[in-house]
């Protein structure tokens, strides 16, 4: 057996515990920025999408610039995890927690500097952006719901629970998130920051798979 079987062997990914972390995470920032922006999603692109739909509609051109940043964030953020993967492909997770949690604490560091709503959006959605690429949140509730019509009809598995789990996560994370910004203000980041940090500590000795493109976290499994 070699170094890196061995490896896998003595430390499996413990698939549960990281993707309701991650989920609870998503749902935390993804809180805190709508409460911090005014009612943008930084996560929930969908969303914001149609944000910025309605805002086109209506020319409301302060909401188009703050969603457009948070879009064009969150399409840099997935690219830049996706180029963190091909670097470090079996250590793909923690390098990309420990990524999202860089961009979170650059986040806070520009809001010292300027409280403008598109460039904090735009880091904001950076780090969400990355971190996404583990876990879609928007579809969760719909994709537990077809899973549990094809379960009543005999087919399928029992995935309907899993999906229903993370949706939970995401919904305990967003109102964590509020209540945290409620008392804490801003620094309600640092403790987004300081947490994706320790999941990439604790996850740092856990191969990733380098043929499993979705990631060991990703809902197209």
Do not use: C, K
């Not at 457009?68 to 923690?94: N, Y």
């Not at 309907?160 to 008392?183: E, F, I, K, P, S």
């Amino acid at each position: 057996m070699s170094t890196a079987d061995a490896e896998i062997t003595a430390r499996p990914w413990s698939r549960r515990p990281v993707e309701m972390i991650v989920a609870m995470h998503l749902g935390f920032v993804d809180a805190f920025g709508f409460v911090l922006l005014g009612g943008f999603l930084v996560s929930s692109i969908d969303a914001t999408t149609t944000r910025t739909g309605v805002a086109l509609g209506s020319s409301s051109w302060f909401v188009v610039g703050v969603a457009g940043a948070i879009l064009a964030g969150f399409v840099v953020g997935v690219v830049l995890a996706a180029v963190v993967g091909r670097v470090w492909p079996r250590q793909r997770v923690p390098r990309v927690l420990l990524l999202a949690a860089v961009l979170l604490a650059a986040a806070g560091a520009l809001h010292a500097v300027t409280t403008t709503a598109p460039l904090i959006g735009f880091a904001l959605a950076l780090a969400m952006g990355a971190e996404a690429t583990f876990l879609e949140t928007g579809g969760l509730l719909a994709a537990a719901a077809r899973s549990l019509t094809d379960r009543l009809f005999g087919r399928g598995s029992r995935r309907w629970v899993r999906y229903l789990r993370l949706w939970a996560a995401v919904a305990v994370g967003a109102a964590a998130g509020a209540a945290t910004y409620r008392v804490l203000g801003f620094g309600a980041l640092w403790i987004a920051a300081g947490a994706a940090t320790l999941a990439a500590y604790a996850v740092r000795n856990n191969p990733t798979d380098p043929t499993d493109t979705a990631g060991p976290y990703g809902l197209e499994r």
